[in-house]
């Protein structure tokens, strides 16, 4: 196969892995600048350009679109798609989870568990916000944060109120959530290909934190899911329609609650943590999949 990479980055660890695992099982493999791709419009003759020539005989497309350029980066994955490029993920499940907001309505309306969140833009009335979703302790995020930053923990009703008002006195767009206690600054990072949870890590936050991300100094090791957590995040990526998702979940009282589906997870925590090849297992969903113009997943099937 002819298997190309958007990526802008060929030395970032996930990308230098999937060319590694797909080179590994004797394909040809570009790394391609995503944002260096020009493309045409013409009627039945979709072209993309990339350094003055034309991207043509490719078989499938690895898509590895950065947050920042999601809106750029899917219409140039859509191009791959018009062109009958198979893809790991479809442009459209991608742009659906890069929305907080609309993916946690589509899980909620399928009946996936998640943390009870409630999100507004100018609440006249703050404090039935903060009871909608259970009073304090409770978790107030950007929506546009990543990487830990623009989560808060509102330990009392008055925190949270103050914190609220700060957040729409910048017109930030927010989510008020409740807070899973219980789960102890932990959360588990499934992994799923293909319809299956390949691996699974535990990242744990550092002590005094509630934030697990990695880059708030959490701490990654080896965990041993449930079959209902396994079944969990293998139904959230499936009502979101992506092949390959890390699906971040919360260990509850009552059951794991979904928190986010990721489109484009890195592979480097999780590879380290597992010592498993999920580059390799990415590789071979394409093998099993890619054919010309077809795609395997819609989503939203429940
Ligand atoms: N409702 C909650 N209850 C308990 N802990 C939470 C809750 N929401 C978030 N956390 C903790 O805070 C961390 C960061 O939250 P979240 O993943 O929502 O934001 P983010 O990491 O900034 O966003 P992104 O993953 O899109 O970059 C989580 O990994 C989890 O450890
Ligand atoms: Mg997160
Ligand atoms: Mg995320």
Do not use: W
Not at 46 to 75: M, N, Q, W
Not at 109 to 128: E, S, Y
């Amino acid at each position: 196969m002819k298997i190309a990479i958007l990526s802008r980055n060929p030395k970032l660890y996930s990308t230098r892995r999937l060319v590694e695992a797909g080179e590994q099982a004797g394909h040809e493999v570009h790394v391609i600048d995503t944002l260096r791709c020009y493309m045409s419009m013409v009627s039945h003759k979709p072209e993309i350009h990339f350094k003055g020539r034309t991207l043509e005989g490719y078989d499938a497309v690895i898509p590895r679109i950065g947050a920042s350029i999601t809106f750029y980066g899917c219409a140039v994955l859509r191009q791959f798609e018009m062109m009958g490029v198979f893809p790991v993920n479809e442009s459209v499940a991608i742009t659906r989870s890069r929305d907080k907001l609309r993916s946690l309505q589509l899980l909620a309306r399928k009946g996936v568990g998640l943390p009870v969140t409630g999100f507004a833009n100018a609440p006249d009335d703050i404090p039935d916000l903060i009871s909608m979703v259970g009073g304090a302790p409770l978790v107030i995020k950007l929506l546009e944060g990543t990487q830990g930053i623009g989560v808060v923990l509102a330990e009392t009703r008055q925190a949270a109120e103050s914190v609220i008002e700060a957040f729409m006195g910048m017109s930030a767009n927010i989510m008020v959530q409740e807070y899973i206690k219980e789960a102890g600054g932990a959360d588990i990072r499934c992994f799923v290909v293909d319809g299956k949870v390949v691996a699974s890590m535990k990242r744990q936050a550092k002590d005094g934190e509630f934030r697990s991300n990695l880059h708030r100094g959490g701490s990654a090791s080896l965990i041993r899911i449930t079959p209902e957590e396994r079944a969990t995040a293998v139904r959230a990526a499936r009502i979101m329609g992506l092949n390959v998702a890390g699906v971040d979940i919360l260990r509850s009282n009552h059951g794991p609650l979904v928190m986010e589906v990721n489109s484009s997870p890195g592979l480097e925590g999780i590879e380290s943590a597992t010592g498993k090849d999920v580059a390799g297992m990415i590789i071979s969903f394409l093998e099993k999949s890619a054919r010309p113009h077809r795609t395997a997943t819609k989503g939203i099937k429940g």
